[in-house]
């Protein structure tokens, strides 16, 4: 139902390539209709101290890719309220007629470029 969902940016990495001995990967940024909702604060414990990471629970038409090492591919990953989520979860829910995909992301911890800087290269 588009009646909850609102334009979000999704980043979608491609298959990384091996550029002067550094493995970088390309990424595509793309506006997809989703219903974003917070779900819950949890805290890590670092070196550096405890931080609080944001999880969102995502309703959307089409799949989000979760990380697969085995394929070298890093997961979607979701611009909200200034900070990037990456995709931890992803299945698809036939339960109801409106059938859609819903997605588990995660905070990410490292700094990643603003939307809007699409095909550019990221090392890894």
Not at 17 to 35: F, K, V
Not at 43 to 48: E, G, R, W
Not at 93 to 108: D, G, K, M, Q, V
């Amino acid at each position: 139902m588009n009646f909850f969902k609102r334009s979000h940016t999704f980043r979608r990495y491609q298959k990384p390539e091996y550029i002067g001995g550094y493995q970088t990967a390309s990424y595509e940024d793309m506006a997809l209709p989703a219903d974003v909702q917070t779900m819950e604060n949890a805290s890590i414990t670092a070196s550096d101290g405890t931080r609080s990471l944001q999880r969102l629970k995502v309703f959307c038409d089409l799949p989000l890719f979760t990380e697969e090492e085995g394929l070298a591919q890093k997961a979607d990953r979701l611009f909200h309220q200034g900070k990037w989520f990456s995709c931890t979860a992803c299945r698809l829910s036939e339960n109801t007629p409106l059938r859609h995909y819903t997605a588990i992301f995660t905070e990410c911890l490292d700094k990643e470029n603003p939307p809007g800087l699409s095909g550019e290269r990221e090392s890894i």
